[in-house]
């Protein structure tokens, strides 16, 4: 195989051709050089080979030339070329609108849980403030304090206490027909059963004191049956069964006893039915 190789020439300038041959081992023998310099041979680290080696491989043939390119390979795409990526501009707008409605919920929520832990903690105050006034009996200043807190922190723990305290100090006061408004107007707002209990209890007495025995009956059997433990239960039957002995009912007074003797008989009220389920039994 015929190459032509380039030198560059020493002091005089100029280049000199020389026509080498292209061995199988991977080097250049330079054949009869223009001056009659010796026969050279190299390999293919010389720095003038370098480029020429890199470049397709021509062979010449007398005066016609013909080259050869080395084939190259095409590296096939992967993946499929219709495909689109994940995060578009759209997705990603969708995401950021997503994201800044859930941030925007979490702080409402937040803002809430924190403004009612607020409001239960300014209501607690006030009603202490308020059942302070009624232990050193200041009625006047105590059903003032319980009335701003039930209507200033509604639907609180501490609102429906002060409901059922606003009802106690006009008992006390003597207000039974103040308190027996007060109390129907609260068991209309469905207050739960803790204290939904209690409010007909205190509806049962103001009725009790105003002669209204029957009424008071019933409104104590209802407190029994919203009561959440045995005792209180209990407690609320024996009242009611007082009521009956006065609303001159014997026999109901008689079932409301043995109720309780029946069913509760692991409270203190048992002792109580038992006497006074006797007494009935000894008039009748």
């Known amino acids: 195989m015929i190459c032509e190789a380039s030198q560059l020439a020493g002091a005089t300038g100029g280049v000199k051709l020389w026509r080498g041959t292209l061995l199988q081992g991977g080097s250049i023998r330079i054949g009869q050089a223009p001056d009659g310099a010796p026969l050279w041979r190299f390999g293919l680290r010389p720095a003038i080979f370098q480029g020429f080696l890199r470049l397709p491989f021509s062979r010449v043939t007398g005066m016609a030339t013909t080259r050869k390119a080395t084939a190259t ?3 096939p795409a992967t993946g499929d070329p ?19 409605a859930v941030l925007v919920i979490g702080l409402v929520a937040w803002f809430m849980v924190a403004a009612g832990q607020r409001k239960q903690a300014f209501a607690a105050e006030a009603l202490e403030q308020a059942r302070d006034a009624a232990a050193q009996q200041n009625w006047g200043v105590a059903v003032q304090g319980f009335t701003r807190v ?12 002060a409901n059922l305290g606003l009802a106690q100090a006009k008992l006390v006061a003597g207000q039974n027909e103040l308190a027996i408004s007060t109390l129907e107007a609260f068991l209309k707002t469905n207050p739960p059963p803790t204290y939904a209990s209690p409010a007909n209890n205190l509806l049962g007495t103001a009725y009790e004191n105003m002669g209204k025995f029957a009424e008071a009956e019933a409104a104590y059997r209802k407190g ?7 005792y209180l239960k ?4 024996l009242d009611a069964g007082r009521a009956a002995r006065l609303a001159n009912k014997a026999d109901e007074a008689k079932s409301i006893y043995t109720e309780i003797v029946t069913k509760y008989a692991k409270t203190a009220a048992y002792s109580e039915a038992q006497v006074r389920l006797a007494e009935l039994t000894a008039h009748s």
Request: no cysteine; hydrophobic share 40%; glycine share 6%.
């Open 73 to 75: 390979t095409a590296i």
């Open 82 to 100: 219709d495909a689109q990526p994940f995060f578009t501009p759209q997705r990603i707008r969708i995401f950021g609108i997503a994201g800044a």
């Open 150 to 161: 039930a209507s200033s922190y509604s639907g609180t723990p501490a609102a429906y206490e």
């Open 224 to 230: 029994s049956d919203l009561a959440t433990v045995d």
């Open 234 to 237: 209990a407690s609320s039957l």
